[in-house]
């Protein structure tokens, strides 16, 4: 009796054709599943690795902004932005109490700064005040010579009135002096009112300036606004900086009034780290406008700003019989600086219409 082995059993070549084909089949779905599976795993330890990258940008950034919150609130210079940014750009994340120790360290430069500055100034005054006060002691000796002679004439005034009247006006003229070191009021001041409304087309000098990065990418930078013009503050660096040594800002004041003369005011040389001011206006002109696009402006003077002059300088103004509320300040050229020109206070002075 003849035996059939499996492989001669009837079908046998057919079912092995269809596991053949289920095996192919197999093979060519899975493919897609097995790459798409490889890339995921090497997207995912890709991910894995750039973690640490990451983290390090966004503290960066975390710092660079709490930086700038206490450059805000306590005044620091710009420049202490970029040293922060170098040391923290150098190592590796910094806890809390290397953090204090640099912003301490910051604070301590800064305030030693300040103090020298404010012992400058406090010099600069206490000098003005002497003279001042050499100038009331000249007067009370006239006035106790004339004292003698108003024993003999029946015509002079009490001495002692005399006195009390010279020292009451000693002590106004003092008052209005440190008021605002001009003893005039500012109709351009930004508290009292003014605004300005236009710089033309001056362009802000920006390269200096402080900025914050996002992995490597600037996100916004750190200048003073054309504002600060008509805000108090003479200190380094607070000051509008603009490109170049020609630049424009129009200005509308608190009020109408009739124009009696400017002061153009730069920070003092000995504040200056370099020991001169050739970013400071030199030649400038002031125009009384009845718009911003007025095309017939008025010439109220062309002046001189001397960089071995008072910090301070007043200018007379030509004479109007109009009010003027709006007045455009065209800087000409500087002291000699190439890249930019600074202008820290500009006042305006009058009489209200």
């Known amino acids: 009796m003849t035996q059939y082995k499996g492989r001669h059993l009837p079908g046998y070549k057919h079912i092995r054709q269809i596991k ?3 095996a192919t089949l197999v093979s060519t779905f899975s493919k897609p599943f097995l790459w798409t599976y490889r890339a995921i795993l090497h997207l995912f330890t890709t991910c894995l690795f750039m973690i640490p990258t990451i983290l390090s940008q966004v503290f960066q950034l975390l710092t660079n902004c709490f930086l700038i919150f206490i ?17 923290t750009e150098k190592s590796s994340i910094l806890d809390s109490s290397e953090i204090r120790k640099i912003v301490l360290d910051i604070l301590t430069e ?9 012992n400058q100034m406090k010099t600069a005054v206490n000098d003005q005040v002497n003279f001042l006060n050499d100038l009331v002691v000249k007067v009370n000796q006239k006035l106790a010579s004339l004292e003698n002679l108003s024993e003999s004439s029946s015509t002079l005034t009490r001495f002692a009135d005399i006195q009390e009247y010279v020292g009451h006006v000693v002590k106004g003229m003092l008052k209005q002096y440190h008021a605002d070191r001009t003893g005039r009021p500012d109709f351009a001041l930004m508290s009292y009112g003014g605004t300005i409304i ?10 200096d300036s402080g900025n914050i990065y996002l992995f490597g ?5 750190v200048h003073n606004k054309p504002e600060v013009i008509i805000k108090p503050g003479i200190m380094p660096g607070e000051c509008w900086a603009f490109e170049g040594s020609q630049g424009y800002a129009v200005i509308k004041l608190a009020m109408p009034i009739y124009v009696t ?24 002109s002031v125009w009384a406008l009845t718009e911003l696009m007025d095309k017939n402006p008025l010439l109220l003077g062309r002046f001189r700003y001397l960089d071995n002059g ?3 300088q007043y200018f007379d103004s030509e004479k109007l019989d109009i009010p003027v509320q709006m007045v455009e300040l065209r800087i000409e050229s500087n002291h000699g600086s190439i890249d930019y020109t600074c202008i820290y206070r500009f006042r305006v002075h009058g009489i209200p219409a």
């Open 217 to 221: 990418f600037p996100l916004w930078n």
């Open 20 to 22: 053949t084909d289920i």
């Open 71 to 87: 450059q805000k609130l306590s005044g620091l210079p710009t420049g202490s932005i970029s040293e922060f940014s170098k040391t």
């Open 310 to 312: 008072e910090s301070l």
């Open 261 to 284: 003369g400017f002061t153009l005011e730069h920070t003092p040389k000995e504040l200056t780290a370099h020991g001169h001011i050739k970013s400071a206006p030199q030649h400038f």
């Open 110 to 118: 800064k305030e030693k700064e300040e103090a020298n500055n404010l």
């Open 198 to 207: 236009s710089i033309r087309c001056t362009q802000t000098y920006t390269k």
